[in-house]
């Protein structure tokens, strides 16, 4: 069975463009989340997905951020324009049913100069 | 707010040396805990987790982690380190009502020297 794939492993992009990241869950996972981790601190939560719906977005930082899930397959985390504040590494996870067993990716290492 | 809190944010030990990680969270109601550990270069692994029963819970390689529900704790132990658990350590918890989500701890490093 494959898991989370998460691409690219490292961007690296200059404040004010735009970065794109990707995740493909483990197929059959309707619940897929982004969490985010800034420099030392704690793996923060950013949004949760069930299917191609937003479950819970509370997490989502401002409105530089959007999340998308294309029929409830692969999601997309856009930041747009990105900022110093926005380096960190993004995870993303995925279940079947809830979140006591999420399987997660690599993560993206995101570097905003 | 619902948080966790970790105390140690870098732990240094020799191989079979006893570990003991703490892991404190807010809020008296109900909430499932779990360990999570990221080896360098690799994802995020589920170590264990407690929802119910036996406060004592065994995970994988050797760890295990206590729920003390009184002092609203999930401390992770392991009785002998090797050098193959130099990795960083989560804890992360499901609070009740925090709709089907983890939030984690700031995690703590761990360095096992030979």
């Known amino acids: 069975e494959a898991g989370v794939t998460q691409f690219p492993s490292h961007s690296v992009i200059e404040k004010g463009q735009t970065v794109t990241l990707r995740c493909d869950p483990i197929s059959g996972h309707d619940n897929l989340y982004w969490y985010r981790r800034v420099m030392g601190k704690e793996i923060k939560f950013l949004l949760h997905f069930v299917k191609e719906s937003k479950q819970d977005e509370s997490g989502m930082p401002n409105n530089r951020f959007l999340a998308e899930r294309t029929g409830g397959t692969y999601s997309t985390l856009k930041v747009q324009p990105a900022e110093l504040e926005d380096s960190g590494v993004y995870f993303c996870?995925?279940?079947?049913?809830?979140?006591?067993?999420?399987?997660f990716g690599s993560g993206t290492q995101l570097s905003v100069l | 707010a619902q948080s966790v809190s970790q105390h140690n944010h870098h732990v240094i030990l020799s191989e079979a040396a006893s570990l003991e990680l703490g892991c404190n969270y807010s809020?008296?109601?109900?909430?499932?805990l779990f360990w999570y550990v990221q080896y360098p270069g690799q994802h995020l692994q589920l170590l264990l987790k407690?929802?119910?029963?036996?406060?004592l819970v065994k995970g994988i390689k050797g760890f295990e982690a206590e729920f003390i529900k009184s002092k609203f704790s999930f401390n992770l132990r392991k009785p002998s380190v090797q050098w193959s658990d130099t990795a960083e350590y989560f804890c992360a918890v499901i609070f009740s009502g925090g709709y089907n989500k983890l939030i984690f701890g700031a995690g703590t490093r761990l360095a096992v020297h030979p």
């Open positions: 407690y929802f119910s029963g036996d406060p």
């Open positions: 809020y008296g109601g109900t909430v499932n």
């Open positions: 996870a995925s279940s079947r049913d809830r979140a006591e067993k999420l399987f």
